[in-house]
C-alpha cells in the first residue's frame, strides 16, 4: 500500500502546540487504528524524522502520528512522558481528525521511544485505561542499569556509549519513576495488550523479552516475536549493521495479526 506523509501541528493539546508526522496508508479503510508513535534516538534526538517502522505500520492500513515529543520541553524525565501522555489524553478525546469513532487508539515506539510508549501506557493505565487499545515495543530501552546477558552485544554496533549517555542525560533529573524505567516496574496488571519485537542480534532483546515475560505474568495480553539475526533489525535505532534491511513483511504481519487478536479480544 502506498503511503502518504504530511507534517501537522497538534495545536490543542494540553501543554501546548507540538509539532508531528503523520504516515497514512493512501487506501486505507474505515475505522483504521491510530497509532501515537515515539520515535527513537537514545533520548537525545528531537526533530521531524523518517520513520521506517511507522511506514511498515502505515503500509497495512494505519494512521501512524510521530509527534517531536521532545522539542516542547527537552529530553530530560518527565518532562517527554507528560508531552507524551498529552497527546495521548488528546487523541482519546478529539482524534484530531485522525481516524475515526471505530477506530482502535494504540500507543508504539522504538527504542527510547519504545521506553516513553511503556510508560505513557503505565500512566493510560493509571488515568485512561479504557481508551488504550493496545501498546507496540519495537525493542524498547527500558533497563538502565544496561545489565542484560545481551547488552554486551552493544559494543559490536556501536550503542554502548550512546545509550549510557542517553540514559545519563534522561534521568539527570534525578527520578527513576517506574514510568522512567519500566522494566523495573513491579505493577503491571490491566495493562493494555501488547505487541513486543526483537532479533536475536539486538541488544536490547533480553529486556524486551523480560518486560513481555513480566506483562504476561501480570495476566496481560503479550505477542512477542523475535527476528532471526542478519535482517539488519538493529539498523532502526542507529545500530552497525552489514545486512540491507529485510524485517518490514514480518512487522507488517506481526502488527495485522496483533490488531486483529485485539479486536477478537
Known sequence: MTVEIKDMTLDKVAIGPVSARVYQGADFAKGPPVV??????????SGPRDCVLAECLAQTGAIVVVPDYNAPFGGVFPQPLEVGFSI????????????????QLLIGGEESGGNVAAGVALKARDHFAEELDGQVLFSPLLDPFMGTTSFQMADGIGMRQRWSEGWNHYLSGGVCHPYAAPRLCSRLSNMAPALVVSAKDDPLVDEALGYAECLEKAGVMVRSHVLAPGTGWPSIYGGTSNQPPSYKDSVCRYFSDFIRDIRIQ
Open 36 to 45: 501515537l508513535y515515539f520515535h527513537g534516538g537514545a533520548f537525545l534526538e
Open 88 to 103: 495521548f489524553s488528546y487523541l482519546a478525546k478529539k482524534r484530531a481528525g485522525l481516524g475515526d469513532r471505530k477506530s
